[in-house]
């Protein structure tokens, strides 16, 4: 219990003295890596995320026609299409041709369901 208190102690006075001159390059290049690391695991995730989508299209697409099929792909292959055809198609309701009644409904619900990752 001691050691954990001593550790807490260390981490509050590095804090309190972490703008000190000669601690102050030492917690920019600390702060730096952090933050490139948090941002490339932001980074794979996000792909992660796409490709479970795009997986996702393609498999209630096979249930579809051809050209269905290939504006499933088309949607799914990259986070600014698919963020196009949400605003477009599932959020301000505009007819799209190849998607209507219930197709459009779950394309829309599947796009909803993963787009936390995205």
């Known amino acids: 219990m001691k050691k954990l208190l001593w550790i807490i102690v260390a981490v509050l006075l590095l804090a309190t003295f972490s703008d000190h001159p000669v601690l102050l390059p030492y917690k920019q290049k600390l702060y730096a890596k952090f933050t490139d690391t948090t941002h490339n695991a932001s980074q794979v995730k996000a792909e992660q995320a796409l490709q479970k989508l795009a997986n996702r299209l393609q ?6 026609g051809k050209g269905q099929q290939t504006e499933l792909q088309k949607v799914g292959s990259s986070k600014a299409a698919v963020l196009e055809f949400q605003q477009a198609y599932c959020i301000d309701r505009q007819f799209h041709p190849l998607f209507y009644g219930e197709p459009i409904g779950k394309v829309c619900t599947i796009i909803q369901d993963s787009s936390h990752g995205l």
């Open 59 to 64: 498999e209630f697409g096979a249930t579809l």
